[in-house]
């Protein structure tokens, strides 16, 4: 299964993860060109690709490049490359380990003639970078795969923004969160028929606790109502763009208050996001595109917020302490076994688009290491944890912490799990 980077490194995790919910079987990979600037020259920073080389591998794909100018200008790019992946290949293989699941809904991206097809695009990446941010795993899931029984393996499912939804695959979703799923969903969720039909009520309302709807204001900032969520002084978490002014049941528990922003006071206020349990499971329901807000403009107040909620709501098999910028992939090898995948990727990782709707991003740049990184596995114990590039074994203690005490630019941590 191949596609293209076009440039965008950071890209490389979403796309291998794409590739395998598409079905790719026999190899996963993607190509860029091993140029600047999206033009055939000489010079090039190696760091660049090396990077999208290790994004692809994290996520258990390949990157492919091409050149259009002779190879001897390229012998020590390549050299580089090579030196790079070689170690790690041993750990290209294994199942990702289930946590959520991102939703991309080809046929809202089809059918609804609201939004440019991007703005849906940018959601789904934005799921991915803030469950990447705050450490938390994910795999890629489309239109069909919500009415599977396969489902179930994920904790948790986004569904985001998604208009387009059918009535089979609302009823789906409702059994998927009876049975004890979490389902994160935003504010034009179920709006449209599979075709992109308006529908008098949204079709998930009553699933999240939806009693009436009116169109809210674009300039918005959510006040944190639960204090163990609070993640600064102030309590608010800022989040701009169209949202939804909805009148919640009386069964639901909401922890966002909206303020409506002008220059200098709160215009108006109405609840903002909730939760609401049903069965086993909790939807939980927030008034604006929480995920193609954060792609565009990330805050540290809303990552370290959604972290929090998500561990309280499902607990995942394990945690990561690390600066944001290092992605977490884990992909099991053996019943027993586990690899973990740790990128470091700051610099030449700059997020998508930056520079906005850039054809080619070649920014210079550089890799600080950092550590130590502490890895607690919350679900089996571990009996040794070692360096899978370096052979060096690591610390275990408590039989569940994990200390790598220093991260260049990528280490798969194997680890023996009771």
Known sequence: MSCELDGFYSQADIQMKICRAMGGKKGLETWLAGTEYYAWVPDIDPLNHVQAALGCLSAGGMLAVGFGDKASYKKEFFRTLRVTIDPRMPFLEGEPLPYAANLISQQSMDYDGQNDPSDLWDAAHGVNELLQHAHLLSEVVFDDDVQSADLVRFPVLVVGNAPCLSEPQARSLGRYVEEGGVLIACHRVGELDELGYSRARPLLDDLLGIRAREPGPERGSYEVLDPALKVNESGFVSVFGPRTKATPADDVR?????????????????????????????????????????????????????????????????????????????????????????????????????????????????????????????????????????????????????????????????????
Do not use: M
């Open 254 to 418: 909401i922890f966002f208050r909206t303020h409506q922003r002008g220059e200098e006071e709160t215009l108006a206020t109405w609840p903002g996001a909730w939760t609401r349990r049903l069965g086993k499971g909790t939807a939980v329901y927030f008034d604006c595109d929480l995920f193609s807000v954060y792609l565009r403009r990330p805050t540290r107040a809303l990552r370290e917020f959604f972290g929090r909620l998500l561990v309280r709501l499902a607990p995942p098999p394990l945690t990561v302490s690390a600066p944001f910028f290092v992605n977490v992939n884990v992909r099991t090898r053996r019943p027993n076994e586990w690899s973990l995948h740790l990128h470091n990727l700051p610099g030449p990782g700059y997020r998508y688009p930056n520079p906005p709707r850039s054809r080619q991003l070649g920014p210079p740049g550089e890799v600080v290491p950092v550590g130590p990184v502490i890895v607690d596995i919350l679900q089996r114990p571990v009996l040794s944890a070692r360096s899978g590039v370096s052979g060096e074994t690591l610390e275990v203690s408590q039989r569940r912490r994990i200390t790598v005490p220093r991260l260049e630019l990528h280490d798969v941590v194997v680890v023996a799990l009771g």
